[in-house]
Nanobody, 120 residues
């Protein structure tokens, strides 16, 4: 199995920054994609950003403010969040699509979530 451990959430003032991390461990043959999602109270979970070997993808609401990156050697995913606004308040989840072997279908795994609160 795969374990995803997130860290870096917290309380920050509007205009501030936070950096989320997601450490991935387990019997992984390959990571097809990695991403961050978020869920605000009373709302559906939404995509924030994804990263593959082909590049990155961002939700319009975070373009120019958030940066997704990964350390392949460490199997760690990051989300640098700048110019945070109250509407960014949510639980942020790390998600990976991984394979146990070349012939296996990819599997989705999720982290436990980390709270990000943006408030004066």
């Amino acid at each position: 199995q795969v374990q995803l451990v997130e860290s870096g959430g917290g309380l920050v003032q509007p205009g501030g920054s936070l950096r989320l991390s997601c450490a991935v461990s387990g019997s992984i043959f390959s990571l097809d994609s990695m991403g961050w999602y978020r869920q605000a109270p009373g709302k559906q979970r939404e995509l924030v950003a994804t990263i593959t070997s082909g590049g990155t993808n961002y939700a319009d609401s975070v373009k120019g403010r958030f940066t997704i990156s990964r350390d392949t050697a460490k199997n760690t995913l990051y989300l640098q969040m700048d110019s945070l606004q109250p509407e960014d308040t949510a639980v942020y989840y790390c998600q990976v699509k991984w394979r146990q072997s070349l012939l296996r279908n990819p599997v989705d795994s999720w982290g436990q979530g980390t709270q990000v609160t943006v408030s004066p």
